[in-house]
């Protein structure tokens, strides 16, 4: 019963996982490229539009970035849940897509704090009600012996995307220096493109539908689904690292403080870590189908607990920063796709959506908490005592979290 | 057959974002060769009467220069320097201009310019640009930037302040300082700073400090490196001419997102005197002389573009436009 991914090849029997990555994959990957172009390219510049040509203050800024970070959180379930009841997670994720591009449209016309804002949460609805969709679309045209390589190679085409926007943003600045509404247009563009191929090209899958035609008992959604033992093992673990997983933003601060090359390059920290996080994406994805997906998924933890033991050194320069970006980038790509394959591996079909959604949220939310504790322990103790203490408690959880999952990774090797 | 369609909407779509960008960058470029009012002027901190330096924001080949005019007679022709930057401030002698040193790799400095607009000393900046400062002798400057982090930074806003001399001394950022907070010693790891303002006394200035969400006008000294607060509710201080009295934008919001009005404070006898200018005001005042101030107000339909509005400094009287399509205005003397 544990076996809850339907059979499909007899490749992914042998337990090789030399299956080739779907093309719809692919494509999905190159949707998520344009419409990341499109939401990075407008995020960069979001503080020096606000500050800069707006005149509203750093505060306003807080607020909106605060709006950034929570709506995609919170109804990313929601969307999990439609896409999961619906049994059509494309035209669900179509929806999230098609509401963000809409946005950008919105974007030339507004003016003022409100209206901004308004915006921003908009777009930010979109992004949240597209994502657990669209990974279990990715998890339904994958092969499950290479599920951790799909995601790799999916996050790995989104991480370009992610990288490139910014980048193409400057650009523009660069050579009209209030082209703000500019970037708005590029942006645009980017999202529609990407609207019209996923409605275009990628075929509509009915997971449930499918599951029944392999064979298996029709399953409706029921929320009972997500009691699955396995599952609740999974979002616990991902909840417990989520909370000692503290924003990057800190680790930059700390970095930029020690080091004059850091601070030089603040903007660009998160770059590196992007590019960091577009190499290892497909070799970690692999490495995590055949060594096993929670495995991975806890000991990449430890790429994060190298990155604070960075931070927390006494010593600054352009060496330890970016041997701290190289851990942080190989940190996510340990992690991110690799959770959603993990939670689409031990969800049935029928609630797959939804098991996505919900070890991410709890991902979110564990952040979420991890940070504004981190916060308070910052202004308590100092910073690198702080650093020091979520460090230690850290290399505390991963053991004992790596106990917790095994139950997992033993279903996942003997695959 | 869905693939063509996807094919070609995709190869139109991104061609017509494509050709509108190709558009708008030859646009602004045919517009950056019309030539501005006035034509392209040194530098001059060396001045005959008062100045008024700014930087221009008129959407033409002026925009985002570092341009003057007479404070006999600010709508009178501006001279518009070759010197380009965010934010800038004259004082006798010495500027400090803050730049985005935009490109595909963007990064922020502050620069420290001599009389011709040269770079004399440049310090990186870890965000973007805020306040720019320079004591009335030239000597000592002083510079803010919002520390931001990117997507994934939940840390709200942090600023980064540091007090330099023209001569090489680096006081470093002011968070080393030693804080007073009403008499008593404060160390907590949430206090900011900015806006720094220099006084006729080389080792006094003055600035804002915050920490727990209230912000205090504090005194600084610079031999003793100590900041000791004045008055509560004050931010980006400004000191008047006579030293008698400090202008500076108070919180006046009732909600989480700030607004802000002028007030001066009278530093003899604490009292303080509210503007009656309605408008949420963002900047740091600038003191025409010792009864009028001046400041910048973005223009709420042109993205980029501001105007410098003055008021009475007693509050006697509503604002009036003073330079138009220019921010950061600084005084220079002679």
Same mark, same amino acid.
């Given at each position: 019963?544990?076996?809850?991914?339907?059979?499909?090849?007899?490749?992914?029997? $042998?337990?090789?996982?030399?299956?080739?990555?779907?093309?719809?994959?692919?494509?999905?990957?190159?949707?998520?490229?344009?419409?990341?172009?499109?939401?990075?390219?407008?995020?960069?510049?979001?503080?020096?539009?606000?500050?800069?040509?707006?005149?509203?203050?750093?505060?306003?800024?807080?607020?909106?970035?605060?709006?950034?970070?929570?709506?995609?959180?919170?109804?990313?379930?929601?969307?999990?849940?439609?896409?999961?009841? $619906?049994? +059509?997670?494309?035209?669900?994720?179509?929806?999230?897509?098609?509401?963000?591009?809409?946005?950008?449209?919105?974007?030339?016309?507004?003016?003022?704090?409100?209206?901004?804002?308004?915006?921003?949460?908009?777009?930010?609805?979109?992004?949240?009600?597209?994502?657990?969709?669209?990974?279990?679309?990715?998890?339904?045209?994958?092969?499950?012996? +290479?599920?951790?390589?799909?995601?790799?190679?999916?996050?790995?085409?989104?991480?370009?995307?992610?990288?490139?926007?910014?980048?193409?943003?400057?650009?523009?600045?660069?050579? !009209?220096?209030?082209?703000?509404?500019?970037?708005?247009?590029?942006?645009?563009?980017?999202?529609?493109?990407?609207?019209?191929?996923?409605?275009?090209? !990628?075929?509509?899958?009915?997971?449930?539908?499918?599951?029944?035609?392999?064979?298996?008992?029709?399953?409706?959604?029921?929320?009972?689904?997500?009691?699955?033992?396995?599952?609740?093992?999974?979002?616990? $673990?991902?909840?417990?690292?989520?909370?000692?997983?503290?924003?990057?933003?800190?680790?930059?601060? !700390?970095?930029?403080?020690?080091?004059?090359?850091?601070?030089?390059?603040?903007?660009?920290?998160?770059?590196?870590? +992007?590019?960091?996080?577009?190499?290892?994406?497909?070799?970690?994805?692999?490495?995590?189908?055949?060594?096993?997906?929670?495995?991975?998924?806890?000991?990449?933890?430890?790429?994060?607990?190298?990155?604070?033991?960075?931070?927390?050194?006494? !010593?600054?320069?352009?060496?330890?920063?970016?041997?701290?970006?190289?851990?942080?980038?190989?940190?996510?790509?340990?992690?991110?796709?690799?959770? #959603?394959?993990?939670?689409?591996?031990?969800?049935?079909?029928?609630?797959?959506?939804?098991?996505?959604?919900?070890?991410?949220?709890?991902?979110?939310?564990?952040?979420?908490?991890?940070?504004?504790?981190?916060?308070?322990?910052?202004?308590?103790?100092?910073?690198?005592?702080?650093?020091?203490?979520?460090?230690?408690?850290?290399?505390?959880?991963?053991?004992?979290?790596?106990?917790?999952?095994?139950?997992?990774?033993?279903? #996942?090797? +003997?695959? | 057959?869905?693939?063509?369609?996807?094919?070609?909407?995709?190869?139109?779509?991104?061609?017509?974002?494509?050709?509108?960008?190709?558009?708008?960058?030859?646009?602004?470029?045919?517009?950056?060769?019309?030539?501005?009012?006035?034509?392209?002027?040194?530098?001059?901190?060396?001045?005959?009467?008062?100045?008024?330096?700014?930087?221009?924001?008129?959407?033409?080949?002026?925009?985002?220069?570092?341009?003057?005019?007479?404070?006999?007679?600010?709508?009178?022709?501006?001279?518009?320097?070759?010197?380009?930057?965010?934010?800038?401030?004259?004082?006798?002698?010495?500027?400090?201009?803050?730049?985005?040193?935009?490109?595909?790799?963007?990064?922020?400095?502050?620069?420290?310019?001599?009389?011709?607009?040269?770079?004399?000393?440049?310090?990186?900046?870890?965000?973007?640009?805020?306040?720019?400062?320079?004591?009335?002798?030239?000597?000592?400057?002083?510079?803010?930037?919002?520390?931001?982090?990117?997507?994934?930074?939940?840390?709200?806003?942090?600023?980064?302040?540091?007090?330099?001399?023209?001569?090489?001394?680096?006081?470093?950022?002011?968070?080393?300082?030693?804080?007073?907070?009403?008499?008593?010693?404060?160390?907590?790891?949430?206090?900011?700073?900015?806006?720094?303002?220099?006084?006729?006394?080389?080792?006094?200035?003055?600035?804002?400090?915050?920490?727990?969400?209230?912000?205090?006008?504090?005194?600084?000294?610079?031999?003793?490196?100590?900041?000791?607060?004045?008055?509560?509710?004050?931010?980006?201080?400004?000191?008047?001419?006579?030293?008698?009295?400090?202008?500076?934008?108070?919180?006046?919001?009732?909600?989480?997102?700030?607004?802000?009005?002028?007030?001066?404070?009278?530093?003899?006898?604490?009292?303080?005197?509210?503007?009656?200018?309605?408008?949420?005001?963002?900047?740091?005042?600038?003191?025409?002389?010792?009864?009028?101030?001046?400041?910048?107000?973005?223009?709420?339909?042109?993205?980029?573009?501001?105007?410098?509005?003055?008021?009475?400094?007693?509050?006697?009287?509503?604002?009036?436009?003073?330079?138009?399509?220019?921010?950061?205005?600084?005084?220079?003397?002679?």
């Amino acid at each position: 019963m544990y076996i809850s991914l339907p059979q499909r090849g007899d490749r992914s029997k $042998t337990g090789a996982p030399a299956a080739r990555v779907s093309s719809v994959v692919i494509t999905l990957g190159v949707v998520s490229m344009l419409t990341d172009v499109s939401s990075e390219s407008v995020a960069s510049i979001l503080p020096l539009y606000i500050t800069g040509a707006m005149g509203l203050s750093m505060i306003a800024y807080g607020f909106i970035d605060g709006i950034y970070q929570g709506v995609s959180a919170i109804v990313r379930i929601g969307g999990g849940w439609a896409s999961d009841r $619906t049994d +059509n997670p494309k035209w669900v994720a179509f929806f999230g897509y098609a509401v963000s591009a809409v946005t950008k449209v919105g974007l030339l016309f507004v003016s003022g704090f409100a209206g901004i804002a308004s915006v921003i949460a908009l777009d930010r609805l979109g992004k949240g009600v597209r994502t657990a969709p669209r990974d279990a679309l990715i998890t339904a045209s994958s092969e499950p012996s +290479n599920l951790g390589k799909s995601f790799g190679v999916h996050r790995m085409l989104d991480t370009i995307g992610a990288a490139g926007g910014p980048l193409l943003a400057f650009l523009i600045l660069f050579f !009209v220096p209030t082209g703000y509404h500019l970037v708005f247009i590029v942006s645009l563009g980017f999202a529609v493109v990407g609207v019209v191929i996923l409605g275009l090209v !990628v075929p509509a899958r009915r997971p449930r539908r499918e599951s029944v035609a392999a064979g298996e008992a029709r399953q409706p959604f029921r929320w009972g689904s997500l009691a699955e033992p396995r599952l609740r093992r999974l979002i616990l $673990t991902a909840g417990i690292l989520a909370v000692l997983t503290v924003g990057d933003g800190f680790i930059y601060l !700390v970095l930029q403080d020690r080091s004059p090359f850091a601070a030089q390059w603040f903007p660009l920290l998160y770059v590196g870590t +992007n590019v960091a996080f577009f190499i290892f994406a497909v070799p970690l994805g692999r490495f995590a189908d055949r060594f096993g997906r929670a495995r991975v998924f806890v000991l990449g933890h430890v790429a994060l607990l190298a990155a604070y033991a960075c931070a927390a050194l006494p !010593v600054g320069g352009a060496a330890v920063t970016i041997v701290c970006l190289v851990l942080l980038g190989a940190f996510y790509a340990a992690t991110d796709g690799v959770l #959603a394959a993990l939670a689409g591996e031990v969800c049935p079909p029928e609630s797959r959506a939804t098991g996505i959604a919900a070890a991410q949220t709890v991902v979110a939310i564990g952040r979420l908490i991890g940070s504004t504790a981190f916060g308070i322990l910052w202004f308590a103790a100092g910073r690198e005592l702080a650093v020091v203490i979520v460090a230690a408690a850290l290399a505390a959880a991963i053991p004992a979290l790596l106990v917790l999952i095994r139950p997992l990774t033993r279903v #996942a090797v +003997n695959e | 057959m869905r693939l063509v369609v996807a094919a070609a909407l995709t190869v139109v779509l991104l061609g017509a974002t494509a050709a509108y960008c190709v558009v708008a960058i030859l646009g602004y470029q045919a517009r950056q060769q019309t030539p501005p009012d006035a034509q392209a002027a040194a530098f001059a901190t060396q001045v005959a009467a008062d100045r008024i330096v700014f930087r221009a924001t008129s959407p033409d080949a002026a925009y985002g220069f570092v341009a003057s005019v007479s404070a006999a007679d600010p709508s009178g022709a501006r001279s518009v320097s070759d010197v380009a930057c965010e934010r800038i401030y004259s004082g006798a002698r010495s500027s400090m201009c803050l730049r985005i040193d935009r490109g595909v790799l963007t990064t922020f400095s502050a620069n420290l310019l001599d009389e011709a607009g040269a770079v004399a000393k440049s310090w990186p900046l870890p965000g973007i640009p805020s306040r720019a400062r320079v004591s009335p002798d030239g000597e000592r400057v002083a510079f803010t930037s919002f520390v931001t982090g990117e997507a994934y930074a939940t840390v709200g806003f942090s600023t980064a302040t540091q007090i330099a001399t023209v001569g090489g001394d680096e006081f470093g950022n002011l968070e080393e300082f030693g804080l007073t907070i009403d008499g008593e010693a404060n160390t907590a790891a949430d206090r900011n700073f900015w806006g720094v303002t220099f006084t006729n006394d080389p080792d006094i200035f003055y600035a804002t400090a915050a920490t727990n969400s209230r912000t205090w006008l504090v005194r600084g000294s610079l031999a003793a490196r100590t900041l000791t607060t004045v008055h509560e509710s004050v931010e980006c201080p400004s000191v008047s001419p006579d030293g008698t009295r400090i202008a500076y934008k108070k919180n006046v919001s009732t909600t989480a997102t700030a607004y802000w009005s002028i007030a001066v404070l009278d530093l003899a006898t604490n009292e303080e005197t509210v503007m009656p200018d309605p408008r949420n005001i963002d900047d740091q005042i600038e003191w025409l002389d010792d009864s009028t101030l001046l400041y910048g107000v973005p223009r709420d339909d042109q993205p980029g573009d501001s105007d410098v509005w003055s008021i009475p400094a007693d509050g006697s009287g509503a604002s009036a436009l003073f330079i138009e399509h220019a921010s950061s205005p600084s005084v220079v003397r002679p």
